[in-house]
């Protein structure tokens, strides 16, 4: 999997680029964990499915 991605964030308001901050191997897939660039908003990906936004949750 790549360090950074093209993904849209919701506080800058339009498409940034995110660097995956950190990752793990769970039974579930991969997880993974991604900043944006311009304002530092995070977001998790679990095995490239699911998104979890990281401001609203500890992860």
């Known amino acids: ?3 950074e991605m093209e993904h849209d964030c919701p ?6 680029t995110f660097w995956r901050s950190a990752s793990m191997e ?3 897939g991969e997880k ?5 660039a ?3 908003y995070g977001f998790i990906l679990i095995d ?3 998104d ?3 401001s609203r ?3």
């Open 26 to 28: 769970l039974h579930l």
């Open 48 to 50: 490239d499915g699911a």
């Open 57 to 59: 949750a500890d992860a």
């Open 11 to 16: 506080v800058c308001g339009g498409e940034e």
């Open 38 to 40: 311009e304002c530092d």
């Open 32 to 36: 993974s964990k991604w900043r944006c």
């Open 52 to 54: 979890i936004d990281s």
């Open 1 to 3: 999997m790549s360090l």
